[in-house]
């Protein structure tokens, strides 16, 4: 088998949503780029992949109760580039709120800061809340937000090939420092945009950045088997994993690419202890210190309905149809809840680890074969790595996780190549003329 | 007297379009975030206040002829701020191709990054080929732009200011991290922008970015009035550098602003030589090394009519008012040729080395004399120092030029204050409610 591909995925003080309130937590990290760059140095010398970061261009959640806000991604990873030199950078942003031309030329500029580490994670944003600080009264329809996106991509990928590789001649005798035919504009006239280029910045070291994709949702593994050559995505079990993944692969297999240039890595929020008694107390204790009241509010804003911590959730749901939303993560919730017989209580419980990804509270060895199953048996090409504690929960996963996979013939000692691309053992794109 | 200002505008491998033909430059620097960080350095070597970036979202002129396309200020400015510990960073981006939630965003997030050095120089962005990488056939009218521009600031500061100075509480016993509070959505609704907010960071460290401008015409210097703390202007004689200081100056104190809190900054391209003979002869390089018919070309484009290289300018020009682009830029030229009776060939050479800033070709005393005349004649609060050619002008002006000016109580010798606003001697601004 091919080597796994794993991503630090960075967030605050961890993924688990009161890891802020752990003595060893500074509450003050999720703006502090010293603590990002102390994680991406930790993340490097575990040879993963990539740091990963999400976003949305909102305020989510309630400030009070959890560290609320990041900063914007493309710049802090721009930071993270200073400190180390071979792990990937992939930044989440939304094709729903930005122009083409501006972001492109983002991505590009960080590909061309970092030498080739550039990654995008594009998504479409769902939720109201971030329509309304762009000049919208709802978010745009699911379907409409996909066809944006995809749109968006190619002018993103046309104005990323509007400079030929060699298009820099800089030959001082003639006065001649690009050949012109080789700068080209794009003259895009779409449903959604008008660009014509060419690009201010030329192509950068690896051609086009990483381009990865999110949603699990019809439209976005559609999307996803059309654009995308990582795929993050929420699954619970072996069984969904397994048909997500042939799913994807045979999208992407239907529409004329190779299925093993589409890596599909689940998320998944190891909670590391020397005994399992050891991971199980420190998954119970950040557990005990979510505030109930306050996830409750955040389903019902999901759901659309009122809910009772003690019961389990009302059988009239909305069917996914029906969301405007993050239908895929609406779905996975729904069946976690159903399947498991969970009440309220006992749901948000397995939330607020992971909100939605697969917790696993275990020893260093139990953590690498659970990867290694999953892996071995059709589920997944690598793992986006959520620990619940940051930084402790990332340094338990390379001191302790990552030796153990390495051992095992499963992940690289150190790195072979030196772009994002080549981690993941990608071919660099050339430009389509 | 207080002591002057001096940003280095960082522009490639220097501001005359010739520059990258010198044997010493290296063609691809414009790209090549080292070159930045080492020019960075030079500058904090010298102590001046900031380093400053010009940007458009297009490919400005030709790349065949020098080299075209520049790195995304923001994301740049990161990279040199991870290099750096006191010097400011200022990034030029526009209010006419940007959300304001996102950029308001990426400035408040360099100002965490770089712990309180980040400043904004707000433009317009003159020009038809921006526009159509932006959706539109044209450039949106010049009062429109200035118009959307106001709304535009308005709208970032209430968002910097969505969050209180105090808004974190972090208590983890109480399991309250901020005070909700102390958070608050904006709920801007303007003829340009509907945003809700609040800002997804919190209140950075400057509280706002420095606030810089850089347009000159009517509607410009209105808008600075209003709202720069640092003005940039190209001006080329004493006499009109004087009339534009006193009349900004008034400007602002008819406004009810102290007119100290507005500094203005004259662009200077100095080119130095041990002697004068050295200093003239790069000069006389540089403008051998430019392309007359290319430059034409720029010049028939901005009037739009055919000129003859060995003639002066037609008598029958169209009047700023009649001008949508860059106004105050035109009438500069045109003054320019007027006043020193200059053919088109001529004019291209003055313009050559700054693109209508005040060249000046002397000696590191000459150099200081200048900057030395203006600052004591009521023409300027400091300078934006545009070396012709880089690194190697700006080594020279801060190992040369600097000294001087430091000798003669003119400029600091260390850095008294942590951000930019302490260096400009400006007020952290406090949150209205």
């Known amino acids: 088998m091919t080597k796994l591909h794993l991503n630090a995925f960075l967030m605050g003080v961890g993924h688990h949503e009161a890891s802020w309130r752990l003595p060893e937590s500074d509450p003050y990290a999720s703006w502090d780029v010293e603590h990002f760059q102390n994680l991406a140095r930790i993340a490097e010398r575990g040879k993963l992949d990539s740091v990963f970061l999400a976003d949305s261009p909102v305020l989510m959640g309630d400030p009070g109760r959890r560290p609320g806000g990041k ?15 071979h792990i ?35 998504v479409t944003t769902a939720g109201a809340d971030a329509a309304r600080n762009f000049g919208l009264d709802d978010v745009p329809l699911h379907r409409e937000r996909y066809e944006r996106a995809a749109e968006f991509v190619e002018v993103s990928i046309r104005l990323w090939d509007s400079w030929a590789d060699d298009a820099i001649r800089a030959d001082k005798q003639a006065g001649v420092h690009a050949d012109a035919a080789k700068v080209r504009p794009i003259d895009h006239r779409g449903r959604f945009f008008r660009v014509d280029g060419p690009l201010n910045v030329p192509r950068s070291p690896q051609g086009h950045p990483l381009l990865v994709q999110a949603g699990s949702s019809e439209d976005g593994r559609q999307f996803a088997a059309r654009y995308a050559e990582a795929v993050f995505t929420a699954q619970q079990t072996l069984a969904e994993a397994q048909a997500f993944y042939q799913d994807l692969k045979k999208r992407a297999a239907d529409l004329g690419r190779d299925p093993a240039a589409v890596k599909i890595l689940p998320g998944i929020v ?38 009772e911590l003690d019961e389990p959730l009302p059988a009239n749901l909305p069917s996914e149809d029906e969301i405007e939303g993050a239908k895929s993560r609406y779905t996975l919730i729904v069946d976690l809840a159903r399947r498991e017989n969970l009440t309220v209580r006992q749901l948000i419980g397995r939330l607020g680890g992971g909100r939605g990804h697969r917790t696993f509270a275990g020893t260093p060895v139990q953590v690498a074969d659970a990867i290694e199953d999953w892996s071995k048996n059709g589920a997944a090409d690598g ?51």
């Open 71 to 85: 900063l914007e991604p493309t710049i802090l990873l721009t930071a993270l580039a200073g400190v180390t030199e």
């Open 270 to 307: 190891p909670v590391i202890g020397d005994t399992e008694a050891e991971a199980r107390e420190l998954d119970a204790e950040l557990d005990r210190l979510i505030s109930p009241e306050y996830a409750k509010r955040q389903l019902e804003e999901r759901f659309g309905l009122t809910l």
């Open 88 to 122: 990937g950078l992939i930044a989440t942003a939304s094709t729903s709120y930005n122009e083409p031309y501006n972001l492109a030329r983002r991505f590009a500029s960080l590909d061309h800061v970092s030498h080739g580490r550039a990654g995008w994670n594009i």
């Open 383 to 433: 793992f986006n790595i959520m620990p619940a504690v940051l930084p402790s929960g990332l340094e338990a996963f390379v001191g302790k996780v990552v030796p153990i996979l390495q051992e095992r013939g499963l992940f690289r000692t150190e790195y072979e190549g030196a772009t994002l691309r080549e981690h993941y053992g990608l071919p660099r794109p050339g430009v389509a003329r």
